[in-house]
Each structure stands twice: as C-alpha cells, then as structure tokens.
C-alpha cells in the first residue's frame, strides 16, 4: 500500500516538473510532427537541372526532351555556356547540369561515341544517386531508340532491328521500397536515434532532481534497487508508449509494409528502453553531475543515425565504429525493426539483435553499486 502510494507520488512529482513534462509530452510530440511533415512526400521527383546544349541539332534536342521526361528530374533551365550553368549549379539554383557536346548528332553518325557529362553535387547522396540514375535510364532509352532507327536500314523488320540494336533487355527490380521512397529508407534511422536521445535526456534529468534531495541519498544507502525502480518505471512506461505511437506513425500513416512479428518489435521496445534507462543512468553514476553526464550522453548518442547501418554497411565500419555501434541500443532495435519489417526474418537472425539488447541489462547491478555508493560518500 505505502509502495503503491509512492509510486503515484513519484508520477506526480514527474508531471509537475516542467522540464521533464515537456520531455515525456509536448517535444516527443513535436518531433514526431516535425518528421511527419518534412517526410510526407516521400518521393522526389522533378529535381530541377540545367541543361548546356552546344549542338543545337535535332538529335540534342530529342534528347533533352527525354531527359525532361524522366520522372525523378525536369530540365528547368538552359544556359548558353558551361560557365553559366556551372554557376547556377553552385548557387543552389539548380541540382544537376547536363552538358551535350558540339557535333553530338555528327559524332554519333560516325560512329564515334560522344560523352555527355552529367555534374551534380557529391554532398547531397540522395539527390546524386537519384539524378544519376534518372540520367542513366533516359542515356539508355535513347540509345537504345537511336540503334532501332538505324538497324531499320539493314533489317526493315521492326523486330529483328530491335533485336540487333539491343539484343539484351534488362529488368531493375527493386526489393523491400518498390516505390524508392526516401522515407522510408532514412526514417528507419532517424526515428529510433531521436528516441533513445530522449530517453537519455530524460533519465540524467529525473536522477539530477530527484537524487540531490537528502531523503533520497539515505534510501540510496538501504534500497538502491527499489528506489530506482521506483524512480525510473514511469520512464519506461511513458517512453514504450512513445515508441508504440512512433511505430504507429512508420506503419500506419504512412502505410509502410509490415511482413514480420508485431509481438517481436514490442519485446524489442521494452528493451530498447530499459537498455537506455540503463545507459543514462550509469553516464549519471559515473558522474554524480546532471550537466557532466548530460555532455557525455551528447557525445555518446551524437553519431547514432550514422552508426545505426542503415546510410553506411555495417560491415564497412572499422573496429572502433562496430565497437561503438553495439553499445548504442538504438542500432539493434533499428536492425530488428528493419529485419521485420522488409525481410520478416526468422530463426537466429530474427533473435540476434533481442539478445544484443539483453546484454545492457547487465548494466544495471553497475548502476545499482555506483549509485549506492555516491549515498554512502
């Protein structure tokens, strides 16, 4: 009854500070409004490039209304030298720029294979590969019309002309994101990193406020245990329901296929969140200061989108980014939630990343002893 009536205490007490109220109510929910928002689209399309024509022949010209065609980007603008779209390129006025060479037409008749550059920026990764692939398929379709008119001379069958000019058809097929939707692929990363900084953040604020009342330091010297349980368990349920709400918005609003275990990526929440609980904790242990431990969870969860695997392979990181990697929980719960949801993944491989987060609770008899020790000192 006494243990019941603390507990209701302690939730009390959470609510009514109004730094840790906005951290488990209002900025959860902003963030997840803010990232709503600025990934609804999803796709890009019509990415705006220059286009330097200096054939100005019809085969130029049909090009460029390929290229115009393309889906993922639209010629926006022609410049009359590379210079002038060389400087559009560098404002921001444009993504790509298309150069077609002098004699293009002359130079393909003769058989000799003119090169038409694409230049875009290398700092922006997504809108490169998306403009060099669009660049890329509309090359190719025009080639590919451009051999068929000229085998038509040799073999007046439209059939056997295909055949020669292209005698190999490929097919690209997409896996997991058919509809190559950025959200999809970035917000797998994104989502899970904003929370575990949140949990963070809000486990080293409660612990600062609550452990530097008197009443506290004694219960640190008889029950530590209880006493964190009791602390930290509004925490865990109040940020398992933000990632059940986090969740709700990948699968259900925006609508992304789900192939896997519900049950599995729930058990993999709860973890997630006892792991950070956990690493927010000792940072405050090994500390004893809110703002010291605060500086050392920055630098801790700062590079947890990069290291999650999802922009970069895994298995190209070095030892001391791997090693990095496995201590943020939010990397093995974005790799179970991938791994159900694009490959619903069985067995062993299903399993890994649970075990992974199991290990952090080996974690809290450390927590337990530093914090029992900063009651006796």
């Known amino acids: 009854m006494r243990e019941g009536r603390r507990w209701r205490l302690e939730w009390r007490r959470l609510w009514c500070d109004p730094w840790l109220r906005a951290l488990s109510s209002w900025i959860p929910l902003l963030l997840l ?3 709503a928002a600025l990934f ?3 796709l890009v399309r019509d990415l705006p490039v220059g286009l330097v024509d200096l054939d100005h022949s019809p085969l130029s010209r049909g090009l460029a209304r390929t290229l115009d065609s393309s889906a993922s980007m639209q010629v926006a603008a022609e410049y009359a030298s590379l210079a002038d779209g060389a400087q559009a390129l560098r404002n921001g006025a444009i993504y790509g720029l298309v150069l077609l060479p002098r004699e293009l037409e002359k130079q393909v008749r003769q058989g000799r294979q003119p090169v038409v550059n694409l230049f875009y920026s290398g700092q922006m990764l997504l809108v490169g ?4 692939s669009g660049f890329t398929q509309a090359l190719g379709t025009s080639a590919a019309q451009l051999g068929v008119l000229q085998s038509l001379s040799s073999h007046p069958v439209p059939l056997a002309a295909r055949g020669e000019a292209a005698p190999l058809l490929y097919q690209l097929t997409s896996l997991y994101n ?5 959200a999809q692929f970035l917000l797998a990363g994104i989502v899970p990193a904003l929370w575990q900084i949140l949990i963070l953040m809000a486990t080293i604020s409660h612990l600062t406020r609550r452990l530097r009342q008197r009443r506290m330091q004694r219960a640190l010297q008889t029950v530590p245990l209880r006493l964190l349980v009791r602390l930290l368990s509004p925490l865990l349920l109040i940020y398992w329901c933000w990632g059940l709400v986090l969740v709700w918005l990948l699968f259900g ?5 789900m192939v896997g275990s519900w049950a599995l990526i729930f058990l993999a929440q709860g973890l997630t969140v006892l792991a950070c609980l956990g690493m927010g904790a000792l940072l405050y242990g090994l500390t004893r200061d809110g703002a010291r431990a605060m500086s050392l969870a920055a630098g801790y969860s700062a590079p947890a989108f990069a290291f999650l695997g999802v922009t970069f392979p895994t298995a190209d990181m070095n030892g001391l980014a791997q090693c990095w990697r496995a201590l943020l929980p939010a990397s093995h719960y974005a790799e179970l939630q991938i791994g159900q949801a694009s490959l619903g993944l069985l067995g062993r491989a299903a399993w890994m990343p ?5 290990m952090f609770m080996l974690v809290w008899p450390l927590v337990v002893w530093l914090l029992g020790r900063a009651g006796h000192d």
Do not use: D, E, I
């Open 129 to 132: 590969r998306l403009l060099s």
């Open 253 to 257: 609003w925006f609508g992304w296929p």
């Open 33 to 35: 409004l803010w990232v």
């Open 354 to 358: 649970v075990v992974a987060l199991l």
């Open 178 to 182: 058919l509809s190559g939707n950025y």
């Open 40 to 42: 609804n689209g999803g």
